[in-house]
């Protein structure tokens, strides 16, 4: 249901810090209610947004009656069951089996339903139990009237971050034909793989353009702080010592290489376990691995600068998670911790993705599915 100057009007479900919100604002989209459990991810979106219309509560306790009328619906929930670093219980878990409670939401709404819903989870939703959650997914948004589209969108087409996110979006009305089934930069081959094995359910395939030109500019070189050489947080003595001894042959010759030419450069480095031995590899290509919620292990990249004469590594900030996402520069997270901004972007959704897919394919589908009669 448009507002008066006939702007889009949306819900944003497992809000998280905003990012969705700020991507469907790009796009000319106001963002009317939303939802999440954390008040540490709720403080950051307070910084950076009106939460006059945020509900702040678990998911479970929302009824459909409670939501406004809106034109599209977003639910970005949680990957925690269906990641390949999770426990892969699928739908059938605790956190990621949320979805189901966002359709029941719908379900409530009614004839005040939207018209267009998008949802967000990691590309292994498609492989989650042999594919059975993703059918099940969408037999549920089937049952509700959609009709389902699923695509795959990496955000290194737009940001220096490779993050490849599934989406489902879904239609009131059938818009197109149920597709070819055959693999391409946004459907993928396990997502072509999965459009044919599964006929029967109300799919689509949507006029969705690849996005053209792919990412401009120059890498990391754009998100990276430039930090003093005497600020605190390079790493020095022992601690720089032990980086650089766990290095492999190849990765310290990959380092080696780096300071050829003159030009400082950055690369991304990460921990892995190797033959039951904790090591950093460094990554050889210009861009950050997926950032994750910052939580030990091999979720916290860090941020290996080779100059002329210098070599330094640090941890990556919060402000580069921050530019990877794609968030607005201004985006404001002093109210919650290092960690606690860390874990905030690193669970969230790329800004810009989420801008190209509201311009390119919620916006139209809005407007090419009949009006339906809502009260507010």
Not at 152 to 178: K, M, N
Not at 315 to 343: C, H, I, K, N
């Amino acid at each position: 249901m448009a507002t008066a100057d006939g702007r889009l009007r949306a819900a944003e479900f497992f809000a998280g810090i905003g990012l969705v919100r700020s991507g469907l604002e790009q796009a000319g989209i106001d963002v009317v209610w939303a939802n999440d459990i954390e008040p540490v991810k709720r403080a950051v979106y307070a910084a950076n947004f009106d939460v006059s219309d945020y509900v702040l509560d678990d998911i479970r306790n929302v009824r459909g009656a409670a939501v406004p009328a809106v034109d599209i619906a977003t639910a970005s929930f949680p990957c925690v069951d269906l990641s390949l670093a999770g426990n892969r219980r699928g739908l059938k878990g605790e956190q990621s089996g949320l979805f189901f409670e966002f359709a029941r939401v719908l379900r409530e709404m009614g004839g005040r339903a939207p018209s267009v819903v998008m949802v967000e989870n990691v590309t292994s939703f498609v492989s989650s139990r042999r594919g059975r959650d993703l059918r099940a997914a969408i037999a549920e948004l089937n049952s509700l009237g959609y009709t389902c589209d699923v695509v795959a969108v990496d955000a290194r087409w737009f940001r220096p971050q490779s993050r490849p996110r599934l989406f489902i979006i879904g239609t009131h009305e059938r818009l197109a034909g149920p597709g070819s089934g055959k693999a391409s930069p946004l459907r993928p081959s396990p997502v072509a793989s999965f459009i044919r094995a599964h006929r029967d359910l109300a799919l689509q395939e949507l006029p969705v353009p690849v996005p053209v030109p792919l990412r401009a500019g120059g890498g990391l070189r754009d998100v990276v702080e430039r930090l003093d050489p005497g600020d605190e947080r390079w790493w020095r003595g022992d601690r720089m010592t032990r980086f650089l001894e766990s290095l492999s042959t190849s990765h310290r010759h990959r380092l080696d290489e780096l300071g050829l030419g003159g030009a400082t450069k950055w690369r991304t480095a990460y921990r892995r376990t190797r033959g039951g031995a904790a090591v950093w590899e460094i990554r050889s290509d210009d861009i950050a691995g997926c950032l994750r919620t910052a939580r030990g292990g091999s979720s916290r990249q860090a941020i290996v600068e080779v100059g002329p004469e210098d070599l330094r590594a640090r941890w990556m900030t919060p402000r580069e998670y921050a530019r990877l996402q794609g968030a607005p520069e201004e985006f404001d997270y002093s109210a919650v911790t290092e960690v606690q901004a860390l874990y905030g972007f690193g669970d969230a959704v790329c800004v810009p993705v989420v801008g190209w897919l509201a311009r390119q394919v919620l916006a139209p589908a809005v407007a090419a599915c009949a009006p339906r009669s809502k009260a507010a």
